[in-house]
Nanobody
Framework: VQLQASGGGLVQAGDSLRLSCVVS????????IAWFRQAPGKEREFVGL????????NYADSVKGRFTISKDSAKNTVYLQMNSPKSEDTALYYC???????????????WGQGTLVTVSS
């Protein structure tokens, strides 16, 4: 099982950016794909998640209303659409697979390698 995150880069504050997470297998309907991020000198934090089989999502308060998670089932890919990013969104973004509808990183057993997002103001 592998997850591969991509799409990071330099973006201006207020613009938009879409991250992708390709999953190497067809997730079960109960599987959760989540996004976490880690800024320099800070702990890893939850961004949002999606249950694969049903359109259930959950977001951190810090990104709610600005970020959206979606999927393309045909491509086994989950997206993180980042609208109106702020400088404080600068971080290394990871996708992860779990089986619990959880914001705790300890509940995720498989992680992608991370993609760096830098937001300039």
């Amino acid at each position: 099982v592998q997850l591969q995150a991509s799409g990071g880069g330099l973006v201006q504050a207020g613009d938009s950016l879409r991250l992708s997470c390709v999953v190497s297998y067809r997730p079960y309907s109960s599987h959760i794909i989540a996004w976490f991020r880690q800024a320099p000198g800070k702990e890893r934090e939850f961004v949002g998640l999606m249950r694969w089989g049903r359109p259930s999502t959950n977001y951190a308060d810090s990104v709610k209303g600005r970020f959206t998670i979606s999927k393309d089932s045909a491509k086994n890919t989950v997206y993180l659409q980042m609208n109106s990013p702020k400088s404080e969104d600068t971080a290394l973004y990871y996708c992860a697979r779990g089986v619990q509808f959880s914001s705790d990183s300890r509940d995720y057993d498989t992680w992608g390698q991370g993609t760096l997002v830098t937001v300039s103001s």
